[in-house]
T-cell receptor, first 109, second 115 residues
Framework: AQRVTQPEKLLSVFKGAPVELKCNYS??????LFWYVQYSRQRLQLLLR??SRESIKGFTADLNKGETSFHLKKPFAQEEDSAMYYC???????????FGQGTRLTINP | GAVVSQHPSRVICKSGTSVKIECRSL??????MFWYRQFPKQSLMLMAT?????????EQGVEKDKFLINHASLTLSTLTVTSAHPEDSSFYIC???????????FGPGTRLTVT
């Protein structure tokens, strides 16, 4: 079964502090992993995907197959990073996404 | 580019009536559209996957006769909640994808309240 787990429903850090949003997955094959972000009153949008190996808005995420994790990190949080973050998985050859429960990140000034 | 719209953004209907929600891809042809449901403070739950010109594929536990999905064109999919009940009140979100990348572009969502 495909499953995505985000253990933290809420995460609060101070501006300038490092941020790590945790994501673990369960999938027997080689999945594609994504992070989506939803800012206040806006639609869900793609933040980054593991195959791109890029940094978006200072965020990075590395797929760790041994630990089945895809944690999202940023070294220095900014107030505009406050949002809801969802980790998602897509199985090999599949179209659909399986979402985690989401983590609400709040950056305090 | 890759903008998806939904209409209406909010709808209130009486119990027992049906309500239709539209999802449109504005600047691309969506070969596949997805319908999600999101309860307050919870994640998105996929209801069904709809490929243009084909019958929708529903997720386990989703009633096909209650949530009718039509994807008649490459830019429009509709979700009709039939005989709505208060427990159907939720936030319904569609997404659309095209080509082989399967990247999904999300609509802004529709808040349905059944009284």
């Amino acid at each position: 079964a495909q499953r995505v787990t985000q253990p933290e429903k809420l995460l609060s850090v101070f501006k300038g502090a490092p941020v790590e949003l945790k994501c673990n997955y369960s999938y027997s094959g080689s999945p594609e992993l994504f992070w989506y972000v939803q800012y206040s009153r806006q639609r869900l949008q793609l933040l980054l995907r593991h195959i791109s190996r890029e940094s978006i808005k200072g965020f990075t995420a590395d797929l760790n197959k041994g630990e089945t994790s895809f944690h999202l990190k940023k070294p220095f949080a900014q107030e505009e990073d406050s949002a809801m973050y969802y980790c998602a998985l897509r199985g090999q050859g599949a179209q659909k996404l399986v979402f985690g429960q989401g983590t609400r990140l709040t950056i305090n000034p | 580019g890759a903008v998806v719209s939904q209409h209406p953004s909010r709808v209130i209907c009486k119990s027992g009536t049906s309500v239709k929600i539209e999802c449109r891809s504005l600047d691309f042809q969506a070969t596949t559209m997805f319908w999600y449901r999101q309860f307050p403070k919870q994640s998105l739950m996929l209801m069904a996957t709809s490929n243009e010109g084909s019958k929708a594929t529903y997720e386990q536990g989703v009633e096909k006769d209650k949530f009718l999905i039509n994807h008649a064109s490459l830019t429009l999919s509709t979700l009709t909640v039939t005989s709505a009940h208060p427990e159907d009140s939720s936030f319904y979100i569609c997404s659309a994808s095209f080509g082989g990348t399967y990247e999904q572009y999300f609509g802004p969502g529709t808040r349905l309240t059944v009284t």
